[in-house]
């Protein structure tokens, strides 16, 4: 597969996690969550908006804290023009954007980026029930 995401094929990142013996890179990730993302796990703003073709859009903070559950690390926002934040992560000291793809060529400038707590995040209750339903189909691929 060809992989577009900021930092693809470029870290040297490896996990081993015994509850995903089959995840070891950024790229395996996105393998799966590549059939996990749907419309229904876009942001609601942004559903008009999501296709099969961008299947990245609207997936950034769910997807960023799912990444950390399965690889540890950091998640960390980066602010965009319209006033929200954009999520990344940073794993064993070298960040990746899963969700990078949504932007199309635009390259977001990741040195302003801030740390980001899943409490907060998860205080919206249809984004934790996003993430609830993300984190439940990745399981049925991988366990």
């Known amino acids: 597969m060809n992989y577009h995401f900021y ?12 509850e995903y013996p089959n995840l070891h890179t950024p790229e395996d ?3 799966v969550l590549n059939k996990v993302w749907c419309e229904y796990t876009c942001a609601p703003r942004m559903r008009k908006d999501w ?6 859009l609207g997936q950034c903070s769910i997807t ?3 990444v950390q559950d399965v690889f540890g ?12 934040v954009h999520c990344f992560n940073v794993v064993q000291g070298e960040m990746f954007d899963l969700t990078s793809e949504q932007f199309g060529n635009e390259v977001l400038e990741y040195t302003l980026n801030y740390p980001q707590k899943r409490e907060e995040h998860f205080a919206s209750e249809e984004k934790y029930q996003r993430y609830l339903y993300l984190k439940n189909e990745f399981q049925k691929l991988t366990q």
């Open 7 to 18: 930092k693809a094929n470029q870290t040297k990142i490896r996990v081993e996690n015994p």
């Open 29 to 31: 990730l996105y393998d």
């Open 51 to 56: 296709s099969e073709e961008n299947k990245t």
């Open 64 to 66: 960023s804290f799912l």
């Open 73 to 84: 690390g950091e998640v960390y926002g980066v602010p965009l023009n319209d006033g929200s």
